[in-house]
Antibody
Framework: EVQLVESGGGLVNPGGSLRLSCAAS????????MSWVRQIPGKGLEWVGL??????????QYAAPVKGRFTIARDDSKDTLYLQMNSLRTEDTALYYC?????????????WGQGTLVTVSS | EIVLTQSPATLSLSPGERATLSCRASQSVSSSLAWYQQKPGQAPRLLIY???NRATGIPARFSGSGSGADFTLTISSLEPEDFAVYYCQHRYNWPLTFGGGTKVEIK
C-alpha cells in the first residue's frame, strides 16, 4: 500500500524558516515525480512545486508565490521528500500535502498524504 | 498562468439528483484536465484524469467530458457519500493550477 506521511509543520514567525518532510513507502520512490500542494484551511488547493527523478536531473518547478523562497529536495536513499521554506509569510499558513504522480501520469496526483499544518504568525 | 474557473461555487442538491459541475480554463488545455474529490478532514482523491477517464475504483456514476477550455464533471445520481468539494486541475504547462472548487451540499 502506498503511504505518504508528512511531518515538520508547526508555528513559525514571519521571516522564519521551516523544513517539511514526507516519508514515502509502498512504491519505488526513486522512480516517482513528487509534489507539494497546500491548502489554506477552509479554502482551495494550491500547487506549490514538483521535483522530478534523478534520471530527469531532479529538475524542480515552483509556483510563482513561492519561487525563490521554497526549495524541494529528495533523498532517494531514505525515500523522503523535503520542502525547505524560507522567508515565510503569513500567507504561507496552510496545510501542506505531499503527493505523487498517479499510475496514469506524473502530474495527476494520487495518492496524497494527510498533510502537515504550517502556521506563520508572530 | 492558466486560470481554472469552477462554477457554481456551491451546488445544493438532494440524493438521487444529477450534479453538473463546470471548469473553464483561461486558455485551451487540450484534454489535460483532472477532477478531484475532497471530503472534510480528508486529502483529495483523484476521480477523473485526461478529461474523461475514471481512475481505478471510481464509480460509473462519475463522468467527465470536454476538451479545450470547457469541461464538465457529472454525477449521474448523487449518493450520500458524494457530498463533498470537487476541484479541477490542469497539467498543460507550468505552473500546474487548480480551480477554486465546487461544493456539492445536501439540499
Amino acid at each position: 500500500e502506498v503511504q505518504l506521511v508528512e511531518s515538520g509543520g508547526g508555528l513559525v514567525n514571519p521571516g522564519g524558516s521551516l523544513r517539511l518532510s514526507c516519508a514515502a513507502s509502498g512504491f519505488t520512490f526513486s522512480d516517482a515525480r513528487m509534489s507539494w500542494v497546500r491548502q489554506i484551511p477552509g479554502k482551495g488547493l494550491e500547487w506549490v512545486g514538483l521535483i522530478k527523478t534523478k534520471t530527469d536531473g531532479e529538475t524542480t518547478q515552483y509556483a510563482a508565490p513561492v519561487k525563490g523562497r521554497f526549495t524541494i529536495a529528495r533523498d532517494d536513499s531514505k525515500d523522503t521528500l523535503y520542502l525547505q521554506m524560507n522567508s515565510l509569510r503569513t500567507e504561507d499558513t496552510a496545510l501542506y500535502y505531499c503527493t505523487t504522480g498517479s499510475r496514469y501520469h506524473s502530474y495527476w496526483f494520487d495518492p496524497w498524504g494527510q498533510g502537515t499544518l504550517v502556521t506563520v504568525s508572530s | 498562468e492558466i486560470v481554472l474557473t469552477q462554477s457554481p461555487a456551491t451546488l445544493s442538491l438532494s440524493p438521487g439528483e444529477r450534479a453538473t459541475l463546470s471548469c473553464r480554463a483561461s486558455q485551451s488545455v487540450s484534454s489535460s484536465l483532472a477532477w478531484y474529490q475532497q471530503k472534510p478532514g480528508q486529502a483529495p482523491r483523484l476521480l477523473i484524469y485526461d478529461a474523461s477517464n475514471r481512475a481505478t475504483g471510481i464509480p460509473a456514476r462519475f463522468s467527465g467530458s470536454g476538451s479545450g477550455a470547457d469541461f464538465t464533471l457529472t454525477i449521474s445520481s448523487l449518493e450520500p457519500e458524494d457530498f463533498a468539494v470537487y476541484y479541477c486541475q490542469h497539467r498543460y504547462n507550468w505552473p500546474l493550477t487548480f480551480g477554486g472548487g465546487t461544493k456539492v451540499e445536501i439540499k
